[in-house]
């Protein structure tokens, strides 16, 4: 059996999930161009996370917290893990069909419920419209997220983590191809949105087959196996439905300022890059390494696998949330600020990427900390403190709405994912030894923090003494890289000073897996 390489895979994950968010910018970038704040990009952004939000019941969120530990601990045990897997994709795809088929039907209630300020004006029947087209996207993002699974708990990351790559090269193209010829460039790209789906479920089906796990479409059947699994499955469902309702919550409270679901969106995407690559990474590769060496009763690597995932996640989350912090505005106006965007759309979403980018430790150590629950099959005990931070959420967008506006959405998230981390690091103090961060990642968190303040009051000088140069409209590009460039040396000279980190470590760590 494959063995799986808990660095290399954080490595091979977080490296496709870079390409994808870099690929997602020059979507964004488009987008904002070619489109830009306002009706229509708010009736775009509100159809699209329709399928998006129901995916993360279905699909990475729900679906892969139940599947995945199960899973894994079959492949470990060898028994029939294949077949398993198999009334697993059947039982999926009949729920996401009949989910499909009823948001089909009732798309004008989903789109009033999700974005009800849009009710009155054009946004809405905009928004109903482009929902008809883009919400089978589930369908196929359901499908794909098992066999992604699949794949994960295998040690084979690379296919899944390339996926939704194919999603950006599709809406990039499209978009290009629209404005070349001269069309409607939302047309193209909503059009392009299910196509691409197909394209990523195709690629991880063979990549399933060539990992010879063979899994073929059939009649469901509700065993004992499936009533588990469901079982497990629910309370998961529920706990993600209280992220996407915190999403959903922003959205309605936003949706009473025109382009701020717009401004929120564009803020979003760049916080959602450093997510990404370390939170997303982490969460995939450590769930079925946690779930095979609990399984295997080896507590002494599952808590090495733990604090190890916990300094990865540390040395790159903390900088990054200090450069959202600290230099909001020249990241927003190089990569958005063209076009149909101007100055005053950065300067809203440089505000809103400075809030989200206070929660942004905290939205990564979620990722590092479900898995230990996830791990043991535990999905209640996430749901209820799910519960908690979603009432935090909707208590602070609707109440700070009058007094600050429409960010009121952004500091609300905020503050309810650092609520939802210290819930889950409390309840985990239960699990013993195993749950908690060893010697040497307590020896070096402080590190790292203070090595990400030093690289922040760097920034913060560097942009004073050049920040002219965002002025300039041939010099931004590279004032920006410059920027960036500083940052970074300023962070690993800081870190190596300070014995934060060891690149030889990480070295070595990536050979031995």
């Not at 419209?129 to 997220?145: K, S, T």
């Amino acid at each position: 059996m494959k063995q799986i390489r808990l660095l290399s895979g954080f490595f091979t994950v977080g490296f496709w999930t870079l390409a994808s968010r870099i690929l997602g910018f020059v979507r964004e970038i488009l987008i904002t161009a070619y489109i830009g704040p306002g009706p229509v990009m708010d009736a775009f952004v509100a159809a699209f996370r329709l399928p998006n939000m129901f995916r993360r019941f279905f699909a990475e969120g729900a679906f892969n917290a139940a599947f995945v530990p199960m899973f894994s601990k079959r492949l470990e045990a060898g028994e029939d893990a294949q077949g398993f897997a198999n009334q697993a994709f059947n039982l999926l795809g009949l729920a996401v069909l009949a989910l499909v088929g009823l948001g089909m039907v009732f798309m004008p209630a989903l789109v009033w419920a999700t974005a009800g300020g849009f009710a009155g004006d054009a946004r809405f029947d905009l928004a109903v419209g482009y929902g008809h087209v883009v919400f089978p996207y589930i369908l196929f993002m359901a499908l794909a997220a098992l066999f992604s699974g699949v794949l994960n708990a295998t040690g084979r990351f690379a296919a899944a983590a390339a996926a939704p790559v194919l999603l950006n090269i599709l809406a990039c193209s499209a978009m290009l191809i629209g404005a070349l010829r001269g069309g409607d460039v939302i047309t193209w790209l909503i059009w392009v949105i299910p196509v691409a789906g197909v394209a990523q479920l195709a690629l991880v089906w063979v990549a399933t087959e060539r990992a010879d796990i063979r899994i073929r479409p059939g009649l469901p059947r509700l065993t004992p196996e499936m009533r588990h699994m469901v079982a497990v499955a629910v309370p998961a469902a529920l706990a993600m439905g209280v992220t996407q309702i915190n999403l959903v919550v922003g959205q309605l409270v936003a949706s009473q300022t025109e382009s701020a679901v717009s401004w929120l969106f564009a803020a979003d995407r760049l916080y959602q890059l450093p997510l990404g690559v370390v939170g997303i990474a982490v969460g995939v590769v450590l769930l079925p390494d946690l779930s095979r060496k609990l399984r295997a009763g080896d507590e002494t690597g599952a808590r090495n696998a733990y604090s190890r995932a916990g300094e990865f996640t540390l040395m790159l989350s903390l900088p990054a949330a200090v450069a959202l912090v600290t230099v909001p505005l020249p990241l927003i106006s190089v990569l958005f600020e063209r076009g149909a965007t101007g100055a005053e759309d950065s300067a809203a979403m440089a505000l809103a990427v400075a809030i989200y980018g206070l929660g942004l430790p905290a939205f990564v150590l979620q990722k590092l900390l479900q898995p230990l629950y996830f791990a043991r099959e535990d999905t209640k005990t996430p749901f209820r403190y799910a519960a908690v931070a979603m009432v935090v959420n909707a208590v602070l967008a609707f109440g700070l709405y009058p007094v600050v506006g429409w960010i009121a959405p952004a500091i609300a998230a905020s503050v309810a994912g650092w609520a939802m981390v210290a819930l889950l690091a409390l309840g985990s103090l239960r699990m013993g030894a195993v749950a908690q961060p060893d010697d040497r990642f307590r020896a070096r968190a402080w590190r790292i923090a203070l090595a990400s303040a030093l690289m922040g009051v760097a920034l913060y000088a560097a942009n004073q003494f050049f920040g002219w140069a965002f002025q300039v409209p041939g010099w931004r590009y590279l004032a920006l890289l410059a920027l960036v460039l500083f940052g970074s040396l300023a962070y690993y000279a800081a870190g190596h000073i300070l014995g934060a980190f060891r690149l030889g470590e990480l070295r070595q760590m990536m050979r031995r897996g």
